[in-house]
């Protein structure tokens, strides 16, 4: 049974810095890729970020990149999501997702296995 718990998120002024972690369990990831996806009230889920475990390739949305970096940690089966210079449009559910080898990271429908998500709320 793969399990993906997120935790970090919470409510932060505009300009603040936030780190979501992603705990993953019940297979082994290292051929995985892993990717963070928001969903803003109203709005459809938008990929944030990706890596892949193996390579440590990264591949960012063009809103965020600059301002977040994600990173695994191979001992930890652990993927985070290091968060800066927040603003309110970052405001959203952020999603940890697992998808297969072949996954185009960007496209949601790629991923497989979803975690709960957790709040990110930016005040201006």
């Known amino acids: 049974q793969v399990q993906l718990v997120e935790s970090g998120g919470g409510l932060v002024q505009a300009g603040d810095s936030l780190r979501l972690s992603c705990v993953a369990s019940?297979?082994?990831?290292?051929?995985?890729?892993m990717g963070w996806f928001r969903q803003a009230p109203g709005k459809e889920r938008e990929f944030v970020a990706a890596i892949r475990w193996i390579t440590g390739n990264t591949w960012y949305s063009d809103s965020v990149k600059g301002r977040f970096t994600i990173s695994r940690d191979n001992a930890k089966n652990t993927v985070s999501l290091q968060m800066s210079n927040l603003s309110p449009d970052d405001t959203g559910i952020y999603y940890c997702?697992?998808?297969?080898?072949?996954?185009?990271?960007?496209?949601?429908?790629?991923?497989?296995?979803w975690g709960q998500g957790t709040q990110v709320t930016v005040s201006s």
């Open positions: 997702a697992s998808g297969s080898p072949r996954a185009r990271v960007t496209y949601s429908n790629d991923y497989d296995y």
């Open positions: 019940g297979r082994t990831f290292s051929n995985y890729a």
